[in-house]
C-alpha cells in the first residue's frame, strides 16, 4: 500500500513539473509575469538547492551503478567518481554532476531491471545491500522533490519579465531545470524496480517523503 502511495504521489509531481516546464520556457520567452520578489535571490537559492540534490542523486546512481555495472560500466563510473573528488571549481562540479545524473540514471534504470539484478543483490555483503538501498531512497526523495524545484524555477524564469537585468543569474536556473526535466521521468522506474528488488531480499529501503532526510555519501563502495 505504501509503494501505491508513493506512486501516486510520484504521478501528481510528474504532472505539476510538466507543467512548470511548459509554463516557465512560454514566459522566458515571451516575457511572462513577474514572479514577484528579489528574482536574484530565488536564483541563488534554487541553484544551491538544485546543486544539493544533484549531489546527492549523483552520488545515489553512482553506488548502484557501481554494485550492480560489469566492469566496464563500473569503470566509468568510477572515473566520475574520482573526477568529482579531484575537482574544487563548483561549475565544474556542478557539470560533471549534471552529465552523470544523465547518463547514470539510464545505466541504473536498466541495470535494476536486468535478469541478473536479485541475484546480485542477494549475493551482496550486508553493508553493500543497505548501501544500496540508502542510494534507491534517496534518488526516491529526489524523484519527490525535483517538481517542486521546477515550481520555483518557473516562478524565476517569470520574474525576468519585470526584471530584464537578472538574465544572467537566471540563466542557470534554467540548465538546472533542463537536467531535472531529462531525468524525472527515469526516477519512477529506478525507485519502483529498486524498491521491489531490496524487499524481495528482505531489505526495507524505507518509504520516501518530499520532506524525508538525505545524507550524500561521497565514499561510493566499488567492487575490488
Not at 41 to 53: H, L, V
Not at 212 to 223: A, R
Amino acid at each position: 500500500m505504501k509503494h501505491k502511495i508513493f506512486a501516486l504521489s510520484l504521478a501528481l509531481c510528474l504532472a505539476s513539473s510538466a507543467n512548470a516546464q511548459f509554463g516557465g520556457l512560454g514566459g522566458m520567452l515571451g516575457g511572462g509575469k513577474g514572479g514577484g520578489g528579489d528574482v536574484g535571490a530565488m536564483a541563488e537559492e534554487f541553484n544551491r538547492d538544485a546543486s544539493t540534490i544533484n549531489e546527492v542523486v549523483t552520488y545515489s546512481l553512482i553506488q548502484i551503478v557501481a554494485a550492480l555495472g560489469d566492469k566496464e560500466q563500473i569503470a566509468a563510473v568510477k572515473a566520475v567518481n574520482d573526477n568529482l573528488s579531484k575537482t574544487t571549481d563548483p561549475k565544474e562540479k556542478n557539470s560533471i554532476q549534471g552529465t552523470a545524473v544523465k547518463e547514470q540514471s539510464t545505466i541504473a534504470a536498466e541495470l535494476l531491471k536486468s535478469d541478473q539484478a536479485k541475484e546480485k543483490i542477494e549475493k551482496m555483503a550486508p553493508e553493500m545491500q543497505q548501501k544500496v538501498a540508502k542510494s534507491i531512497f534517496a534518488v526516491g526523495v529526489a524523484a519527490l522533490r525535483i517538481p517542486l524545484m521546477m515550481d520555483k524555477g518557473k516562478k524565476v524564469i517569470e520574474g525576468l519579465g519585470s526584471n530584464p537585468m537578472n538574465i544572467t543569474k537566471a540563466l542557470p536556473v534554467k540548465d538546472g531545470m533542463a537536467v531535472f526535466a531529462s531525468v524525472l521521468p527515469k526516477l519512477p522506474g529506478i525507485v519502483s524496480t529498486g524498491f521491489k528488488l531490496m524487499r524481495d531480499v528482505k531489505v526495507d529501503p524505507g518509504n520516501p517523503a518530499a520532506d524525508s532526510k538525505t545524507e550524500v555519501d561521497k565514499n561510493p563502495t566499488f567492487p575490488e
